[in-house]
Structure formats: C-alpha cells, structure tokens
C-alpha cells in the first residue's frame, strides 16, 4: 500500500483480532453475498474508507497485527504492507457507501461465488 503525499505512514491500529472469513460461513449469513474488495495498488491510505462508514466496521491496522501466520501469503503481506485494510464481517452491511466514497477506486463490490 501507499504512503501519504508526505511520504509519512499514517497512524494504524494494532489492537485488532484478525480472522479470515469463510466463504461458507459467509454465504450461510443473511446478509447480501457480496463483499467489499481492495485493491492495495490503487490505495492512497487517505483512510476516506473508514471516515465514511456509518458502522465504523473498516479500519487500517498496522501490519503486525500479522504474528505467528503459517501462511506464506499473510507474512509476505506483513513484510510488504504499510497497512492492513480490515472490514469486520460481523458489521458491515455491504452498503458500498465507502465503495462510492474511494477517491481512487480501490474499493469494489464484488459477489461471493458459492
């Protein structure tokens, strides 16, 4: 992820539980089968994500926040992230208001494939 136009990192949290969602678990919840998507590429950490949301359900976390993955995918994502992006499942709504708020459309919505 990117860095602010002053090259500084902002500020991340680093008191966050991180658990992967399972797509079933998702797909057996009333909400819509959708999901919220990144594209860490396209994100300017200008944090307008979270801002917006009506459920304070997104948050960029600190990248250690990742301790003790056995997954190779989430520690290369440590060592090359300056944040995490997280939405908390149990929250959002799919709303997409922070989707239309994305200055740079790094955010989507896309369908959950069953």
């Not at 057996?28 to 590429?41: A, D, N, Q, Y």
């Not at 993955?69 to 939405?87: C, G, M, R, T, W």
Request: proline residues 6%; charged residues 30%.
């Amino acid at each position: 992820m990117g860095k602010t136009d002053r090259g500084e990192h902002p500020l991340m949290f680093d008191d966050y539980v991180v658990q992967e969602v399972d797509a079933h678990w998702l797909q057996e919840r009333v909400k819509p089968k959708r999901h919220i998507g990144l594209t860490p590429e396209l994100c300017i950490l200008c944090r307008a994500c979270e801002d917006v949301c009506p459920w304070e359900c997104i948050y960029m976390m600190s990248p250690d926040i990742i301790k003790g993955a056995d997954s190779p995918n989430l520690l290369s994502l440590k060592e090359q992230s300056h944040a995490v992006f997280i939405i908390d499942d149990n929250e959002c709504t799919r709303c997409a208001i922070c989707v239309e708020r994305c200055p740079t459309d790094a955010l989507w919505l896309g369908r959950v494939d069953g």
